[in-house]
């Protein structure tokens, strides 16, 4: 069970383009999904916080207009990097947890993100 | 903020061995603390976690302790196998509903 998964694995994409990626939890209802960026042999690090209905909580210094997040329904969720550049290339994770209380993150599999 | 320091950073053991990796936390609200492995290009794989109630909890080859009072947690792994080469982050929270706050992580490799 706890399965979350994440949509498209890998992107390569042009300087400029927006890409939206799909977080969803496949086999629980999600109230709460978080957003990571992972540099290369670097910990993750919160990007942002979105609960389902209400507007996504961003981590100092995260630009909001640039990486919009949706969480429209209890199992999807949505990172989209809008104009992304050379410097958004990135592994981006995203994970859920479930409604109830004391229940851990459980992670996608993550995007590797290039922007040529 | 919480502040979670892991170490090492890498570590290395033969086959059969143990492995212990050691995270202090700064925040003595915390009270749960999951451990994540990360294989290469993948998301992290909780593979334990400890509630702040316990001082102890094992789950086959992995174990886990905590000392509230010196803020300290640790993962250990016995009899080390190749599939066990990864990293792996120790992580702290509040209940753990709220933002989880990770360490380094450290790479871990299994000689055979």
């Known amino acids: 069970g706890a399965v979350v998964s994440q949509h498209p694995s890998r992107v390569i994409c042009k300087s400029g383009t927006s890409v939206k990626i799909e977080c969803r939890s496949l086999?629980?209802?999600?109230?709460?999904m978080f957003w990571y960026r992972q540099f290369p042999k670097q910990s993750l690090m919160l990007m942002a916080t979105?609960?389902?209905?209400?507007?996504?909580?961003?981590e100092q210094g995260v630009e909001k207009d640039k990486f919009l997040i949706n969480h429209a329904s209890l199992t999807l969720s949505t990172l989209t990097v809008t104009s992304a550049h050379p410097e958004d290339s990135s592994f981006y994770i995203c994970?859920?947890?479930?409604?109830?209380?004391?229940?851990?993150?459980?992670f996608g599999d993550g995007t590797r993100l290039s922007i040529l | 903020g919480e502040n979670v320091e892991q170490h090492p950073s890498t570590l290395s053991v033969q086959e059969g061995d143990s492995a212990v990796i050691k995270c202090t936390y700064s925040?003595?609200?915390?009270?749960?603390f999951p451990w994540y492995k990360q294989e290469l290009g993948k998301g992290p794989q909780l593979i334990i976690d400890i509630r702040s109630n316990v001082g102890e909890k094992k789950d086959q080859r992995i174990a886990v302790t905590l000392n509230k009072t010196a803020k300290h947690f640790s993962l250990h792994i016995t009899e080390t196998q190749p599939e066990d080469s990864a990293v792996y982050f120790c992580?702290?929270?509040?209940?753990?509903?709220?933002?989880?706050?990770f360490g380094i992580g450290t790479k871990l490799q299994v000689i055979p």
């Open positions: 994970s859920a947890r479930e409604g109830r209380t004391n229940q851990p993150q459980h």
């Open positions: 086999d629980f209802q999600a109230t709460t």
């Open positions: 992580a702290a929270s509040i209940g753990g509903y709220q933002k989880v706050t």
């Open positions: 925040d003595s609200a915390s009270n749960y």
């Open positions: 979105s609960n389902e209905g209400s507007k996504a909580t961003y």
